[in-house]
T-cell receptor
Framework: NAGVTQTPKFRVLKTGQSMTLLCAQD?????MYWYRQDPGMGLRLIHY???????AKGEVPDGYNVSRLKKQNFLLGLESAAPSQTSVYFC?????????FGQGTRLTVV | SQKIEQNSEALNIQEGKTATLTCNYT??????LQWYRQDPGRGPVFLLLIRENEKEKRKERLKVTFDTTLKQSLFHITASQPADSATYLCALRRTGTASKLTFGTGTRLQVTL
């Protein structure tokens, strides 16, 4: 019973490099979310999706892109990483009520 | 602007006492409010949900109240235990928003013997 799985768990990037974070859920949820969590800032919503093929901006979308080509997957891309994007990234999925979270990806941009 | 505020200072209480955490919001019309627990290095875990037309919800030692006039939710843990030590987050989903879920900054609870 996997729930929400994030890949990778840790990553170090150099400034200007690109990468994609993968989120996969096996609960057939319509809604998926990407958050970042920084000390003292709580969880801030980057982008979210209300169904396959849809995406929408959250509170802090700049510097990130997302895609939801399949219902079970939600990808978060960083085209040109910046040190300000050093953070812990959480993916979540929901049927509309409670949200289920992945274990997080710790990203460091040097 | 819309805000969800939780006490950023840690709450320290003695084992056996009741812990009360506060979540205040402004410029929201929430459809419902949720509480999550987060342990260090882990993702948040859902605890309780309360809808806008509900005043109180209980689950075992947990109780949540929701006052839409005061724009406030209180989260209570009775007979607290050291294992309850964690960060507790409140989250709101607004009426009419396509399921955007917004979180407060969280309050860290430390229960000591």
């Amino acid at each position: 019973n996997a729930g929400v799985t994030q890949t990778p768990k840790f990553r170090v990037l150099k400034t200007g490099q690109s990468m994609t974070l993968l989120c996969a859920q096996d609960m057939n949820h319509e809604y998926m979310y990407w958050y970042r969590q920084d000390p003292g800032m709580g969880l801030r919503l980057i982008h979210y999706s209300v169904g396959e093929g849809t995406t929408a901006k959250g509170e802090v979308p700049d510097g990130y892109n997302v895609s939801r080509l399949k219902k079970q997957n939600f990808l978060l891309g960083l085209e040109s990483a910046a040190p300000s994007q050093t953070s812990v990234y959480f993916c979540a999925s929901s049927s509309g009520l409670e949200a289920f979270f992945g274990q997080g990806t710790r990203l460091t941009v040097v | 602007s819309q805000k969800i505020e939780q006490n950023s200072e840690a709450l320290n209480i003695q084992e056996g006492k009741t812990a009360t955490l506060t979540c205040n919001y402004t410029n929201y019309s929430p459809a419902y409010l949720q509480w999550y627990r987060q342990d260090p290095g882990r993702g948040p875990v859902f605890l309780l949900l309360i809808r806008e037309n509900e005043k109180e919800k209980r689950k075992e030692r947990l109780k949540v109240t929701f006052d839409t006039t005061l724009k406030q939710s209180l989260f209570h843990i009775t007979a607290s235990q050291p294992a309850d030590s964690a960060t507790y987050l409140c989250a709101l989903r607004r009426t009419g928003t396509a399921s955007k879920l917004t979180f407060g900054t969280g309050t860290r609870l430390q229960v000591t013997l």
